[in-house]
């Protein structure tokens, strides 16, 4: 069983509708999240962390659930721009590891 | 937030010959530098863990003599690919690790896109 997993997609939506992502976690002593952007032969850039008590940042929320070990991200109101690679990562306090999801694939459409 | 440079974006080399990329904190020390590997259409994998002053920590699976790192700086690691085969063309990313409070963050270089003909 992977680390980190994500469904891969693709999500293909309407412009204006609203999705969910989720992302799960095996190691328990998981400690940091964030949701990375990723744009066709770019490089990922942090979209948000995540936090316990779930955070809001215009358009995205994203929250997490340390005990079903799983975190979301909500787009409302979509936009033709949000269509990337939204990758899930979690990292561990006692090493430098962090670890990706495979990413989940967004397709926007007017 | 931190920027961080990778030299050269892209690289075109025959099978056999050596490749240096660069990657540069250029607004910040990083005591940790990571780098790693994605493939078409799959997600970032981690090659290994460049800790200045010390040997990279490589992952499971990576050769780490075939892929020789050095953080002789705070602010630069490089990676080699040593004798370059077409199976090692990939797009290569380093990001740094910034310590900021409550979270830790890592911000990306922009990628260098070997091709290994």
């Known amino acids: 069983r992977k680390e980190v997993e994500q469904d891969p997609g693709p999500f293909n939506v309407p412009e204006g509708a609203t999705v969910a992502f989720n992302c799960t976690y095996s190691?328990?002593?998981?400690?940091?999240f964030f949701w990375y952007r990723q744009d066709c032969r770019k490089e990922p850039k942090l979209l948000m962390s995540?936090?316990?008590s779930g955070n809001e940042d215009g358009r995205f929320t994203a929250q997490l659930n340390r005990a079903s070990q799983y975190i979301s991200l909500l787009i409302r109101d979509s936009k033709l721009s949000d269509s990337a690679t939204y990758l899930c990562?979690?990292?561990?306090?006692?090493?430098?590891?962090?670890?990706f999801g495979s990413g989940t694939r967004l397709s926007i459409r007017p | 937030g931190a920027v961080v440079s990778q030299h050269p974006s892209w690289v075109i080399c025959k099978s056999g010959t050596s490749v240096k990329i660069e990657c540069r904190s250029l607004?910040?020390?990083?005591?940790?530098m990571f780098w790693y590997r994605q493939f078409p259409k799959q997600s970032l994998m981690l090659m290994a863990t460049?800790?200045?002053?010390?040997?990279?920590?490589?992952e499971q699976g990576v050769e780490k003599d075939k892929f020789l790192i050095n953080h002789a700086s705070l602010t630069l690691s490089t990676l080699t690919v040593t004798s370059a085969h077409p199976e090692d063309s990939s797009f290569y990313i380093c990001?740094?690790?910034?310590?900021?409070?409550?979270?830790?963050?890592?911000?990306f270089g922009p990628g260098t896109r070997l091709t290994v003909l």
């Open positions: 990001s740094a690790r910034v310590n900021s409070g409550r979270v830790n963050e890592q911000f």
């Open positions: 990562v979690v990292t561990y306090s006692s090493a430098s590891k962090i670890i």
């Open positions: 190691n328990s002593a998981s400690q940091s």
């Open positions: 995540v936090y316990s």
């Open positions: 607004d910040f020390q990083a005591t940790t």
């Open positions: 460049s800790n200045e002053g010390s040997k990279a920590t490589y």
